[in-house]
């Protein structure tokens, strides 16, 4: 019996938990299931109260587990998480995601066939298969946020002039180049990450990935993605109250007009962004004093509690 240490990975896999038990399970087993390639399995989890670190270390004692007793949010974590990392290429993947049909093994191929892009991300798909957009998108600018605001986005939303954060009605059925690939699936080289620093903690959830891809594209690297790598994304898994969501969503979004918008537009940028929430209620408002359309009502009550939160927001961290 031979007592050389096993072979050093070639990529990092790393999954933040947080009362996400039977995904994190899940993702995990379909990790191991759908990769052949040489990999680790790095998991912090951000002191769960559901069992999820005590289940993980049961059934998946060959990750290396790190199980917090406070909760660092998702982007620190990566900075607990990325110094227990032995490979030279990380593989960031949410624990809501299932990898399918070998999809880190593909996703890794595509680096290598496209190593000028530096970040690499692949397509996602709800549970039902159908299309999950999110796995990238186009940076802000003034027009998209004007578009937001104005409703124009959500009246031509397969228009990549009018909903441009989104692509439009691109599929994300071929390769391409885009400003922002989602933490949700997400490969860099370990060089890349400590050049860039890693994400800024101060985005505690959201914005961290556009953050960095926005840093990233600065010293000359292209994101980019590829529909051979796909993986279920169920979205929100640890996410339940659409006010708080909003919020943070929001607060991201005004730290990153201030960060990478010019210095001449960053005062209409914050401006365009506090009016999306304002026309969202005042139009809901309207709608439901119309009889029979209680629904309205429903859907205005979140957009109310963030517009009378908005000083949480409206000036970034």
Request: hydrophobic share 45%.
């Amino acid at each position: 019996m031979s007592d050389e240490p096993p072979p050093a990975p070639e990529f990092s896999v790393i999954v933040v938990s947080y009362n996400t038990r039977d995904m994190t399970l899940a993702c995990l087993a379909s990790v191991y299931a759908q990769t052949t390639g040489a990999f680790e399995v790095v998991v912090v989890d951000n002191a769960s109260i559901d069992g999820s670190a005590e289940a993980i270390a049961a059934q998946f004692p060959q990750a290396r587990l790190i199980a917090e007793s406070v909760n660092h949010g998702f982007a620190a974590a990566h900075h607990v998480a990325v110094p227990q990392c032995r490979a030279p290429w990380l593989v960031l993947l949410n624990p809501d995601t299932e990898v399918l049909d070998g999809a880190l093994d593909k996703l890794m191929a595509f680096r290598r066939r496209r190593p000028e892009a530096g970040i690499w991300g692949g397509r996602t798909v709800f549970a039902d298969g159908r299309l999950n957009p999110a796995s990238c998108w186009r940076r802000q600018t003034p027009w998209s946020l004007f578009c937001r605001a104005a409703g124009l986005a959500v009246i031509f939303p397969r228009s990549e002039f009018f909903n441009s954060e989104t692509y439009g009605g691109w599929p994300r059925d071929s390769v391409r180049e885009v400003d922002i690939v989602t933490g949700c699936l997400f490969l860099i080289s370990r060089e890349s990450w400590d050049r860039l620093g890693g994400f800024d903690p101060v985005f505690v959830m959201y914005g961290e990935e556009a953050d960095l891809c926005l840093r990233a594209r600065r010293i000359g690297l292209r994101p980019a993605i590829t529909p051979e790598a796909t993986i279920v994304h169920h979205g929100g898994a640890s996410e339940t109250v659409r006010a708080d969501k909003l919020v943070r969503l929001l607060r991201a979004k005004a730290e990153l007009v201030k960060r990478h918008f010019a210095p001449g537009t960053r005062a209409l940028g914050l401006m365009l962004l506090a009016a999306w929430p304002a026309s969202r209620l005042l139009a809901l408002s309207v709608l439901a004093r119309v009889p029979g359309t209680a629904r309205f009502r429903d859907a205005a009550a979140p957009w109310r509690t963030v517009w009378r939160r908005r000083g949480e927001w409206r000036h970034g961290f």
